[in-house]
């Protein structure tokens, strides 16, 4: 079993900065690639960026491209999202999920294990 945690949330004004984290505990995320996805109240969960076990690969969502940075610590089991420059349309849940193997995918349902969440709020 595998528990995911993201903490790092918060509410950000417009050009502003936050940094999300994911820790996994039980059997962590050792040879898997992992995910974040976001949902804004009334939408479908959506893509924001992977990255593989090795962090030699690496996908972002488009609107997110030259704003936010994904990166990992495997010693420390932890995920992370810099968000920087962002907009109210970046607001939503953020999850952490951890894919089927450890290559990067876009789609959810490449990924077995989610967190419960983190709020992002950016106001305008």
């Known amino acids: 079993q595998v528990q995911l945690v993201e903490s790092g949330g918060g509410l950000v004004q417009a050009g502003g900065s936050l940094r999300l984290s994911c820790v996994a505990s039980?059997?962590?995320?050792?040879?898997?690639?992992v995910g974040w996805f976001r949902q804004a109240p009334g939408k479908e969960r959506e893509f924001v960026a992977a990255?593989?076990?090795?962090?030699?690969?690496?996908y972002y969502e488009d609107s997110v491209k030259g704003r936010f940075t994904i990166s990992r610590d495997n010693a420390k089991n932890a995920v992370y999202l810099q968000m920087n420059s962002l907009k109210p349309e970046d607001t939503g849940v953020y999850y952490c999920?951890?894919?089927?193997?450890?290559?990067?995918?876009?789609?959810?349902?490449?990924?077995?294990?989610w967190g419960q969440g983190t709020q992002v709020t950016v106001s305008s």
């Open positions: 990255i593989s076990w090795g962090s030699g690969g690496i």
């Open positions: 999920a951890r894919a089927l193997s450890g290559d990067i995918y876009y789609h959810a349902g490449a990924y077995d294990y």
């Open positions: 039980g059997r962590t995320f050792n040879n898997y690639g």
